[in-house]
């Protein structure tokens, strides 16, 4: 990933600023034409606290002396690394779950989800809400709209007809519709990550064998026409 310049505004100021508010540093090594910056997470654990403990140095003459102020001690392990403006992340799991990528993921399937809503294929659209809390579904709600051409190139009737027409109707064993059969009402989770899989065109059918597919992994080999 990229990286835009940090403003001079963002930096922390050592004079100014207070040592128990840093929340990460940054080590940059730089030679020649090549920058390397290492990232690390600050906690609480790694603060010296001058009015919480005791801590004393030896200075040049032998003397013992207190602390006056807050230290901190530095990790020699990393969670980014960035080189030449290209972000390398260590752990993905530790960047999602510390550094809030989570609320990200879930406000984004929100924005699925009211895609979804305003094509006016599922009745009780609000359960999909609660299922968004769990990040694995909110990733998937996400490549719907992100990943899936579904929504934008194919009518609700149509969409509606495949769902019933499909493997003899084998995917309404899981999506069940309302008494005007114009939505679906969703019950379980397993018919939520039908539906999901349906939005996301993972039922596929081989036109050489004629044989049924789920796939969520799929190349885009469509011919694209240049004008």
């Given amino acids: 990933t990229r990286l835009q310049t940090v403003e001079e505004e963002d930096y922390y100021n050592f004079k100014h600023d207070d040592i128990s508010n840093l929340k990460g540093y940054c080590i940059t090594y730089i030679h020649d034409n090549m920058r390397v910056t290492f990232y690390k997470q600050h906690y609480a654990v790694f603060l010296l606290d001058k009015d919480t403990s005791f801590s004393l140095k030896f200075n040049r003459t032998d003397r013992i002396e207190v602390l006056e102020d807050d230290i901190f001690r530095l990790n020699k392990s990393f969670d980014f690394i960035i080189i030449d403006g290209t972000l390398y992340v260590k752990d993905i799991d530790k960047l999602e779950k510390n550094y809030k990528f ?58 509606i007809s495949f769902i019933k027409q499909y493997s003899d109707g084998m995917l309404l064993n899981q999506l069940k519709f309302n008494e005007t059969e114009d939505a679906i009402i969703l019950g379980s989770k397993k018919s939520k990550k039908t539906l999901l899989k349906v939005l996301n065109d993972d039922y596929l059918e081989s036109k050489l064998t004629s044989h049924l597919y789920s796939s969520a992994t799929k190349d885009d080999v469509t011919p694209t026409i240049e004008v």
């Fill in 102 to 159: 989570h609320e990200i993921i879930k406000a984004n399937a929100q924005r699925s989800i009211e895609a979804i809503r305003e094509f006016g294929l599922i009745e009780n659209i609000d359960s999909l809400t609660t299922e968004a809390e769990d990040v694995s579904f909110a990733r998937k709600l996400i490549k719907v709209t992100q990943a899936s051409p579904v929504l934008t190139e194919v009518d609700k009737p149509t969409l």
